[in-house]
C-alpha cells in the first residue's frame, strides 16, 4: 500500500507564496518520479512539474520563474514553492508519482487526495 499526503495549501492574495510538500509511505521500493498537477474547475488536471530520479525536469511553460520543484530523496518527498502567485493559479493542486512497490513491481502511478489553492484578493 502506498500513500500520498499532501499539505501546504490555503488562501493567498496574488502575488503571494505558498510552499506545497507532499510525502509517500507505505510499501515504496523505489520512486521514479514524483510531481504535482492541478485542477481548477472546469477544466482538466494538468501537469504543473514532474522531477524523475535522474534530476529531469518537466513543468509547464507558463509556470516556468514562479514555480520551483524539489524532492528530498531520503524522505520520499517532494516539494512545490509557488511565488508571485495569481488568480489563475487556483485549482487543487494533486501530488503524483510513479511508484515501485517491490522490486519486482512495474512502476505505478499514485495520486495524493489533493490540496486547495486559492488565489484572490
Known amino acids: 500500500q502506498v500513500q500520498l499526503v499532501e499539505s501546504g495549501g490555503g488562501l493567498v492574495q496574488p502575488g503571494g507564496s505558498l510552499r506545497l510538500s507532499c510525502a509517500a509511505s507505505g510499501s515504496i521500493f523505489s520512486i521514479n518520479a514524483m510531481g504535482w498537477y492541478r485542477q481548477a474547475p472546469g477544466k482538466e488536471r494538468e501537469l504543473v512539474a514532474v522531477i524523475s530520479s535522474g534530476g529531469r525536469l518537466n513543468s509547464a511553460d507558463s509556470l516556468k520563474g514562479r514555480f520551483t520543484i524539489s524532492r528530498d530523496y531520503g524522505k520520499n518527498a517532494v516539494y512545490l514553492q509557488m511565488n508571485s502567485l495569481k488568480p489563475e493559479d487556483t485549482a487543487v493542486y494533486y501530488c503524483?508519482?510513479?511508484?515501485?512497490?517491490?522490486?519486482?513491481?512495474?512502476?505505478?502511478?499514485?495520486w495524493g487526495q489533493g490540496t486547495q489553492v486559492t488565489v484572490s484578493s
Open positions: 503524483n508519482a510513479l511508484v515501485r512497490p517491490s522490486a519486482l513491481a512495474a512502476p505505478l502511478q499514485y
